[in-house]
């Protein structure tokens, strides 16, 4: 039988393990973002906020939900011209940009190559612009890289997927306009 102590003991080790599984399972390993997983778990908690009915502190609960889309412009390039680790070095210095700019509330995720995703807490469309704007700006002053975004806002859509789908349709529209640009789902031709 095992005494108190190695219990704790191995309590403490079993601990260690599962944050270690939790950030295999929900983490982008050279990001440091998350991945598609762990954004779909942590955006669905907040929308189940959206969505409850009759909240009993209705003071405290989260209104709406901003969406950034952003695709580093021309990254096939840059891994073309310069190579895969310069590549990595790019996204990982776009990461912590990002992440210097936003709450530790927010989402970040590296959704796939070099499209990061950013779910703002509480954000409507136009904070979810000058928050996409913002890091634009200040990824190419410090990078040298440009980014291009779509963006929107839950209250405004309803669904999730479909918020998902205008923000990349505003993301293309920006790719299409010149890149370096962030659009709003608002500013869509309908």
């Not at 975004?149 to 990349?168: M, P, Q, T």
Request: net charge positive; charged share 40%; with cysteine.
């Amino acid at each position: 039988m095992a005494t108190k102590k190695e219990l704790e003991k191995e309590i403490k080790k079993l601990k260690r393990e599962i944050k270690k599984l939790f950030l295999f399972a929900y983490k982008d390993e050279l990001t440091g973002l998350f991945n598609r997983r762990g954004f779909k778990e942590e955006v669905s908690r907040f929308l189940g906020e959206l969505q409850r009915k009759n909240e009993k502190r209705k003071s405290v609960s989260i209104k709406d939900l901003g969406l950034i889309i952003f695709d580093i412009d021309d990254f096939k390039k840059i891994n073309d011209l310069y190579g895969h680790q310069y590549g990595d070095k790019i996204l990982k210095k776009v990461a912590s940009i990002i992440k210097s700019q936003i709450r530790k509330i927010d989402i970040p995720a590296r959704w796939g190559g070099e499209e990061i995703v950013i779910a703002l807490i509480g954000a409507d469309e136009e904070d979810s612009y000058q928050v996409a704007e913002r890091i634009r700006k200040l990824v190419k002053e410090k990078t040298k890289v440009t980014l291009s975004g779509g963006v929107g806002s839950f209250k405004k859509i309803g669904n999730f997927e479909k918020l998902f789908e205008l923000c990349d349709k505003a993301l293309y529209q920006a790719k299409k306009k010149g890149k370096d640009k962030v659009i709003k789902i608002s500013q869509l031709k309908k």
